[in-house]
């Protein structure tokens, strides 16, 4: 759902896809081949948001800024599972793990990772490629090659995912009992743990 608010209006390319059960209000700016998945709320009620091109924002987040606050999510940051982001700007190629939060004026540098589930404080300034986790958040250290690479490589999954979304999602009854022949989902990514193990053989 896409709202009005004062006298802004959501600004959204085309190739991307906000979700029906996503809310998008006011201020907000969503640049080319973005994802904002089912229960994610973008509220630019108060402050400008900036996605840039390939963002996603995944199912339950939110993203909101402090009164008169601006916020830029650089191109391709990645905004897991039920994370929230209140006034925080986030660097290209980052990641912002499940269920963490990162507060007001904290900045998440290029190529860096939180961790599910951490508290970045108001104001914490977090280098690039670093990893960070806990409560309250710490750098413990550089985000490595290998682990780098398996994140851009599920980041670029989710940038192919409006488009899959266009093509394949749609709204429909449930069937009543398990088809004979049901489809087998493809495995097309791996946890770090395989992808660790494949480049080990």
Same mark, same amino acid.
């Given at each position: 759902? #896409?709202?009005? %608010?004062?006298?802004?209006?959501? @600004?959204?390319? &085309? =190739?991307?896809?906000?979700?029906?059960? !996503?809310? *998008?209000?006011?201020?907000?700016?969503?640049?080319?081949?973005?994802?904002?998945?089912?229960?994610?709320?973008?509220?630019?009620?108060?402050?400008?948001?900036?996605?840039?091109?390939?963002?996603?924002?995944?199912?339950?987040?939110? #993203?909101?800024? %402090?009164?008169?606050?601006?916020? @830029?999510?650089? &191109? =391709?940051?990645?905004?897991?599972?039920? !994370?929230? *982001?209140?006034?925080?700007?986030?660097?290209?190629?980052?990641?912002?793990?499940?269920?963490?939060?990162?507060?007001?004026?904290?900045?998440?540098?290029?190529?860096?990772?939180?961790?599910?589930?951490?508290?970045?404080?108001?104001?914490?300034?977090?280098?690039?490629?670093?990893?960070? @986790?806990?409560?309250?958040?710490?750098?413990?250290?550089?985000?490595?090659?290998?682990?780098?690479?398996?994140?851009?490589?599920?980041?670029?999954?989710?940038?192919?995912?409006?488009?899959?979304?266009?093509?394949?999602?749609?709204?429909?009854?449930?069937?009543?009992?398990?088809?004979?022949?049901?489809?087998?989902?493809?495995?097309?990514?791996?946890?770090?743990?395989?992808?660790?193990?494949?480049?080990?053989?």
């Amino acid at each position: 759902m #896409i709202y009005k %608010f004062g006298k802004f209006i959501p @600004v959204v390319h &085309e =190739s991307s896809f906000v979700h029906p059960l !996503a809310v *998008v209000i006011g201020n907000v700016i969503i640049g080319k081949k973005c994802y904002i998945g089912p229960g994610a709320v973008i509220r630019g009620d108060w402050g400008e948001i900036v996605l840039k091109d390939g963002v996603n924002v995944q199912e339950n987040c939110t #993203i909101h800024v %402090f009164p008169g606050k601006n916020i @830029v999510l650089e &191109e =391709s940051a990645h905004i897991g599972h039920g !994370a929230i *982001v209140h006034g925080a700007n986030i660097g290209e190629n980052a990641m912002v793990g499940m269920n963490a939060v990162v507060m007001d004026d904290a900045y998440l540098g290029k190529e860096s990772i939180v961790g599910a589930m951490a508290f970045v404080k108001t104001g914490m300034q977090i280098p690039a490629r670093s990893l960070v @986790v806990g409560n309250p958040a710490k750098v413990i250290k550089q985000v490595s090659d290998e682990m780098l690479a398996w994140k851009t490589a599920g980041t670029r999954l989710y940038q192919r995912l409006p488009a899959d979304s266009f093509e394949g999602l749609e709204e429909v009854e449930p069937l009543r009992e398990v088809p004979k022949f049901r489809p087998k989902q493809e495995n097309f990514h791996k946890t770090l743990e395989e992808y660790r193990n494949e480049k080990k053989k």
